[in-house]
């Protein structure tokens, strides 16, 4: 395989996961695939995906997994956090995590829940307004908050060396793998994205701890840095 951007230990593969993730081995799978919301199909919260062509071509990469992809994310790497866990059919866990959204608006999930399987972790809950995720610079409609991702990141036990995410999207989990200087691969099946990622890379990078010592939020990053194109890169999905 020809890596689509590959530099300082973070690479990117532009193509299918299902193909992709057969040539690879991980330590840790950390991702945020497509839920497949029904509801957006139906138009309900539908304007938040304006800007992003959802409402030329209609939500065409929503698309949920199906348990064939999620057993096969499962099986690869030793450790795996994956988003949208209420969504899928996942094995039981005491170790899951907490996005608290702190919503205000009672039309969107007021916390997001994720799957994880880290040996003696208990469950964890992470702090942050999603009306301050939304006044950021946002790259993609679904897009998590860097300092979520970092958070995620900080509870891979020490031997979890290389992270993937098999759903990059605009590439947030390797920016905070990178942020704290880990290496990280991520699997993107869309062209423009994965250029997005690659500017998203290329800005300047700030130096975080790599594994958690306690259970406060991590800061957010703070950067006068900024993708130039991105106005002109939203996709025509």
Not at 83 to 107: I, M, R, Y
């Amino acid at each position: 395989m020809t890596p689509f951007y590959q530099h300082n230990g973070i690479t990117i593969y532009c193509g299918d996961c299902l193909e992709v993730l057969l040539e690879l081995s991980p330590d840790a799978i950390v991702t945020d695939p497509p839920y497949g919301l029904e509801r957006f199909k139906k138009g309900f919260g539908f304007s938040r995906f304006k800007g992003y062509g959802a409402e030329k071509t209609g939500l065409k990469w929503d698309v949920k997994p199906d348990q064939a992809t999620i057993k096969l994310l499962l099986k690869t790497g030793k450790y795996h956090i994956i988003w949208g866990a209420n969504n899928f059919t996942l094995p039981p866990s005491e170790s899951f995590l907490v996005w608290n959204k702190h919503q205000t608006v009672d039309n969107f999930a007021s916390a997001e829940l994720a799957f994880s399987d880290i040996p003696s972790l208990p469950a964890k809950v992470y702090e942050y307004s999603i009306h301050k995720h939304n006044q950021s610079e946002k790259f993609h409609p679904t897009q998590k908050p860097v300092s979520l991702m970092r958070w995620c990141i900080s509870f891979l036990p020490s031997d979890a060396k290389i992270i993937c995410d098999p759903y990059m999207g605009s590439g947030t989990t390797l920016r905070a793998a990178q942020d704290m200087g880990l290496q990280a691969v991520g699997i993107e099946l869309d062209e423009e994205y994965c250029q997005i990622a690659v500017q998203r890379l290329r800005q300047q990078s700030f130096s975080f701890p790599a594994r958690s010592t306690n259970n406060k939020n991590q800061p957010e990053l703070k950067s006068s840095a900024v993708v130039e194109s991105h106005k002109q890169s939203k996709l025509n999905l």
